[in-house]
């Protein structure tokens, strides 16, 4: 049995736009989990369509239930196929990925199309799907679910992740991830209680001598 899920999107910035931050969305504070990536094969096609195959490196932890059902290198790391298409007279891309690493235990198969938003023109519509599957006997069910709840959180990040390289090629200043925001009111709460402190200590020392 296989999971299937889809969904769709939009960015608000061009297909030409979305099409330059495709090939330099990584690295980006979304996207940690991308360890590295290689282009493996490239060609223009007669009718002018870009064909690419990359390799990721990503880190993928294994929910603790499963990991000792896998070596250890293979509960750490996943090493995903991506393959693309780009037709910039259709004004379209599609994407293929699936990983290649424990694909037994869990399969993930994602097509993505990318193409200009019929309603406004400097917008990016993405359509995406996506098919997951285990061999595993006895707990095929469990990692499928495991595999889609990650999955749906993989595309948020996935499209935040677009939306701040967007931002940073425009000149504009990204939004602050979550965690530069936690950081932010963490030294902001520090410097008013340290401001406090001195304050405090400043009376004190007032009343020591009145």
Same mark, same amino acid.
Not at 116 to 124: E, H, I, L, Y
Not at 134 to 140: A, I, K, T, V, W
Not at 191 to 196: E, G, N
């Given at each position: 049995m296989v999971k299937y899920f889809s969904c769709a999107g939009f960015l608000k910035s061009s297909w030409d736009q979305v099409f330059l931050a495709f090939w330099q969305r990584y690295p980006n504070p979304y996207s940690n989990h991308v360890l590295t990536e290689d282009i493996i094969f490239r060609e223009v096609t007669p009718d002018n369509c870009l064909i690419s195959r990359r390799l990721l490196t990503k880190t993928s932890r294994a929910p603790r239930w499963a990991e000792k059902f896998l070596p250890a290198h293979m509960a750490q790391k996943a090493y995903i196929i991506e393959d693309s298409v780009v037709d910039p007279q259709g004004r379209t891309m599609?994407?293929?990925?699936?990983?290649? !690493?424990h694909a037994r235990v869990m399969s993930i198969e994602e097509r993505c199309v990318y193409k200009?938003?019929?309603? =406004?023109? !400097?917008?990016?519509e993405i359509k995406r799907e996506a098919w997951i599957s285990? =061999?595993?006997?006895?707990? !095929?069910r469990a990692i499928q679910e495991f595999g889609l709840a990650r999955f749906k959180?993989?595309?948020t990040k996935t499209m935040k992740g677009f939306e701040y390289v967007l931002a940073k090629m425009q000149g504009e200043t990204p939004t602050?991830?979550?965690a530069e925001t936690?950081?932010?009111k963490?030294?902001?709460t520090a410097?008013?209680?340290?401001?406090?402190a001195k304050d405090l200590a400043s009376q004190a020392q007032k009343k020591q001598y009145v």
């Open positions: 599609t994407t293929l990925t699936w990983n290649i !690493s200009v938003n019929p309603d =406004n023109n !400097s917008w990016t285990s =061999n595993l006997y006895g707990l !095929s959180s993989s595309v602050r991830t979550l936690a950081t932010v963490a030294r902001e410097l008013a209680a340290k401001v406090k």
